[in-house]
């Protein structure tokens, strides 16, 4: 693991979207990095320029990401979690979607993919689903969804029934 991952954690007082886009810049160029996850999206200093709306704040951003990676040629993944969700009638937890995202629409309209990982907590052996919500560019991929199996023992997800 160590051969192909870094793991980077600004300290406690840079905590902002330039200093993760700095780190991740330096990354590619000292380390050749293709891919960079930013892990979680609400962890990250937010504060904005006054007038500026949380909608604005994350249009801006996300579009700062996007030129990044497409000037890098790298990948950005953004980890973002879903504001309160609340149980259907049924008692379930409904599957998110990136418009269930806190801040903004936008990170389902500017976003090349979405992707939202979703289990029935009540059914312990129940697969994890992965939900391919949006998928820009046809020869990515295609919505749909994959079930997983957490097997235990490994501590690995496998694409398989047990």
């Known amino acids: 693991m160590r051969d ?52 604005e704040f994350v249009s801006a951003t996300l579009g700062k990401l996007r030129r990044m990676a497409r000037s890098l040629n790298i990948h950005i993944f953004v980890v973002a979690h879903p504001a309160k969700m609340y149980r259907d009638k049924d008692g379930k937890y409904p599957i998110p979607t990136p418009y269930d995202i806190s801040g903004s629409a936008h990170f389902r309209n500017k976003a090349d993919n979405c992707l939202t990982v979703w289990r029935d907590i009540a059914e312990d052996d129940a697969p994890t689903k992965i939900y391919i919500q949006k ?14 199996y957490y097997d235990k023992v490994t501590g690995r997800y496998i694409d398989f029934e047990i």
């Open 4 to 55: 192909h991952f870094l793991f980077v954690l600004p300290d406690e007082n840079h905590q902002t979207i330039k200093r993760v886009l700095e780190i991740g810049e330096g990354l590619v160029k000292s380390h050749g990095i293709d891919c960079l996850v930013i892990d979680p999206w609400n962890e990250l200093d937010q504060t904005r320029q006054a007038g500026m709306t949380e909608t």
């Open 135 to 148: 998928i820009r560019f046809r020869e990515v991929g295609k919505v749909g969804v994959v079930p997983l």
